[in-house]
């Protein structure tokens, strides 16, 4: 997906916020700032892509600041706040164990994203208003239909505290007898999924957890590694979480592919691209 004019202030919000979160040390945010500046004044332009974008401005903090992994944190405390939530979670299951509620509940995790909201967020109450919520866009049917015809599945995953919730939707494909493959992030970015909290969040009970061979802000296709490039391409079966994935995904040919994104709608941007309205839930082909 291409940049908005809105996407500019996001930018440097994300980099305020990264800064603050990597390094105390005011004068080095600064200088850092600055290049920040120079960057984007140079690269945010019509046409660009979004995800490249915001790869490497986090990848110059991290140079800058020596901090590897400036989120860490956060992440710790997405995972509490989707466990504090999860009794909520199976009372809702208990009383209806549809499809539908297992992917509206996977959704709901997808709100847990610190690129989307500020750390000041009251994410909570926005995780209890959501629960209350329907679809808005539910291709259950067509999805339904590709968990019978298909053998494996690519589950793409998105943040740390989401994947809390993505278990449950895990559980549920396998009752379908479907070989599922669990894609990670390689190395930190924003609050994302990685190998080592995919494994503490017991992921590799539903499948094999590969690494996609990068860490970039959503999927960049020009930075998978090889060996992900062959998973992908074996797979015609593609569950993809968050936004971050849709935008990097709906860069490329995807013709091939059974692909069903589901995400919350947190940006004016992405809600105007899908045609939703902001914060709308959505299980969606493309």
Do not use: W
Request: proline share 1%.
């Amino acid at each position: 997906m291409k940049i908005s004019y809105e996407c500019g202030p996001c930018f440097l919000r994300q980099a305020k916020e990264a800064l603050d979160l990597s390094t105390d040390d005011e004068i080095l945010k600064m200088e850092v700032m600055e290049e920040i500046f120079k960057y984007l004044s140079q690269n945010f332009t019509l046409g660009t892509n979004s995800n490249s974008t915001g790869s490497s401005m986090h990848a110059l903090i991290k140079q800058r600041t020596g901090c590897n992994d400036p989120y860490y944190r956060e992440k710790i405390e997405s995972n509490n706040i989707a466990l504090k939530y999860m009794d909520d979670v199976k009372k809702i299951l208990e009383e209806d164990d549809s499809l539908e509620n297992y992917i509206k509940i996977a959704i709901i995790g997808n709100i847990l994203d610190f690129g989307a909201f500020t750390l000041d967020d009251d994410i909570e109450s926005v995780i209890k208003d959501s629960l209350k919520k329907e679809l808005t866009v539910k291709d259950i049917g067509e999805f339904e239909k590709s968990l019978k015809d298909n053998d494996k599945v690519l589950y793409l995953v998105d943040n740390t505290g989401e994947i809390v919730f993505d278990r449950l939707l895990l559980s549920k494909i396998k009752e379908y007898d479907l070989d599922i493959t669990i894609a990670v992030k390689s190395e930190p970015i924003l609050n994302d999924a990685c190998m080592a909290e995919a494994l503490d969040a017991g992921l590799d009970e539903f499948g094999e957890i590969v690494e996609i061979g990068a860490g970039t802000v959503g999927y960049v296709d020009s930075k998978i590694s090889d060996e992900f490039r062959e998973i992908f391409d074996s797979h015609k079966f593609i569950i993809s979480k968050g936004m971050g994935n849709y935008e990097g995904l709906t860069e490329i040919d995807l013709s091939t592919k059974d692909i069903y994104f589901l995400l919350c709608a947190k940006c004016n941007t992405i809600s105007r691209d899908i045609g939703v309205n902001l914060h709308d839930m959505l299980l969606f082909k493309k």
